[in-house]
């Protein structure tokens, strides 16, 4: 799980849902931040603005930690590549710059989080990157550094990702309680809760209830991201309430959804739950 990742820690992210990633990223951050250590948000088919209010949304108050230089979001080409078509030896030499600035500038480590897109661009050097991911072993080896890769399974080819997933050390993803074509429930990592998509119904209570009993046992505040779930059924609606009614007085729970699922919640008494909010996803009246 990304909270567990630490200094001298090399890991890869091979993701297929773009706001998993997103979230995962922004945990990332987030945690590097409380350490009061320095962060580097590389990214390259997100613009950097997009990154900084993506990061934003999962609750990353990135402003001040901006402002006094210890976060930064920047294009991946400009940060590691130099602008273009950097060698492998110039992209380590580019790390190991980061990590010994960050040093005298205080902080106790340097984390890194970089988005390897670049490499699917034509005329880009993949050879280096291969190069690349090879040759960083001797950077992690005094803690200083934790680095995570990000490769888009729709965007890399099946020889690469094999080629990513046995060069890194360690892989980062987000657990996964039950996925099929229609339905997956995850752990969402930013805000911290539950996340679920396609079309829930009462064949798969049980792994919707396990996903809100961690929830309600690890988080303070619970967060049910309902954006992608088109369908939910009674029972499945009603877990929600039960969760949410077990919630002490100083604690809530956030579920974002559709109009049609927040119909399904209203008519089976969520406006009654004092610990419940329900809002609208973006994008819906």
Same mark, same amino acid.
């Given at each position: 799980?990304?909270?567990?990742?630490?200094?001298?820690?090399?890991?890869?992210?091979?993701?297929?849902?773009?706001?998993?990633?997103?979230?995962?990223?922004?945990?990332?951050?987030?945690?590097?931040?409380?350490?009061?250590?320095?962060?580097?948000?590389?990214?390259?088919?997100?613009?950097?603005?997009?990154?900084?209010?993506?990061? @934003?949304?999962?609750?990353?108050?990135?402003?001040?930690?901006?402002?006094?230089? *210890?976060? %930064?979001?920047?294009? #991946? !080409? /400009? $940060?590691?590549?130099?602008?273009?078509?950097?060698?492998?030896?110039?992209?380590?030499?580019?790390?190991?710059?980061?990590?010994?600035?960050?040093?005298?500038?205080?902080?106790?480590?340097?984390?890194?989080?970089?988005?390897?897109?670049?490499?699917?661009?034509?005329?880009?050097?993949?050879?280096?990157?291969?190069?690349?991911?090879?040759?960083?072993?001797?950077?992690?080896?005094?803690?200083?550094?934790?680095?995570?890769?990000?490769?888009?399974?729709?965007?890399?080819?099946?020889?690469?990702?094999?080629?990513?997933?046995?060069?890194?050390?360690?892989?980062?993803? @987000?657990?996964?309680?039950?996925?099929?074509?229609?339905?997956?429930?995850?752990? *969402?990592? %930013?805000?911290?809760? #539950? !996340? /679920? $998509?396609?079309?829930?119904?009462?064949?798969?209570?049980?792994?919707?209830?396990?996903?809100?009993?961690?929830?309600?046992?690890?988080?303070?505040?619970?967060?049910?991201?309902?954006?992608?779930?088109?369908?939910?059924?009674?029972?499945?609606?009603?877990?929600?309430?039960?969760?949410?009614?077990?919630?002490?007085?100083?604690?809530?729970?956030?579920?974002?959804?559709?109009?049609?699922?927040?119909?399904?919640?209203?008519?089976?008494?969520?406006?009654?739950?004092?610990?419940?909010?329900?809002?609208?996803?973006?994008?819906?009246?």
């Amino acid at each position: 799980m990304v909270a567990r990742l630490a200094g001298g820690d090399h890991a890869c992210m091979t993701f297929s849902d773009g706001e998993e990633r997103l979230d995962l990223v922004a945990a990332f951050v987030r945690n590097g931040l409380r350490h009061g250590q320095r962060v580097l948000c590389w990214t390259d088919s997100i613009p950097p603005d997009d990154m900084a209010r993506a990061l @934003a949304d999962r609750s990353v108050r990135h402003g001040a930690a901006m402002r006094r230089g *210890q976060l %930064s979001i920047a294009p #991946v !080409r /400009a $940060a590691l590549l130099d602008g273009g078509g950097a060698t492998a030896p110039q992209m380590i030499s580019a790390l190991s710059k980061e990590v010994d600035q960050a040093a005298k500038d205080g902080y106790t480590g340097v984390r890194i989080t970089a988005d390897m897109c670049w490499a699917t661009r034509p005329l880009a050097a993949v050879d280096q990157l291969r190069a690349f991911e090879t040759a960083t072993a001797d950077l992690f080896a005094d803690g200083r550094l934790c680095l995570i890769c990000q490769y888009d399974r729709d965007r890399f080819d099946a020889v690469t990702l094999a080629f990513a997933t046995e060069s890194h050390p360690k892989a980062v993803a @987000a657990q996964v309680y039950f996925e099929s074509p229609l339905l997956r429930i995850c752990r *969402q990592y %930013s805000p911290r809760g #539950v !996340r /679920a $998509a396609g079309e829930l119904d009462y064949g798969h209570q049980e792994e919707f209830e396990h996903a809100l009993s961690e929830s309600l046992r690890l988080d303070r505040h619970m967060h049910v991201n309902l954006r992608d779930l088109n369908y939910i059924d009674a029972a499945c609606a009603a877990l929600l309430l039960q969760a949410a009614e077990r919630l002490t007085v100083s604690r809530r729970m956030t579920v974002v959804c559709q109009p049609l699922v927040a119909t399904v919640l209203e008519l089976i008494g969520a406006n009654s739950v004092a610990g419940m909010r329900v809002s609208l996803a973006h994008g819906h009246a």
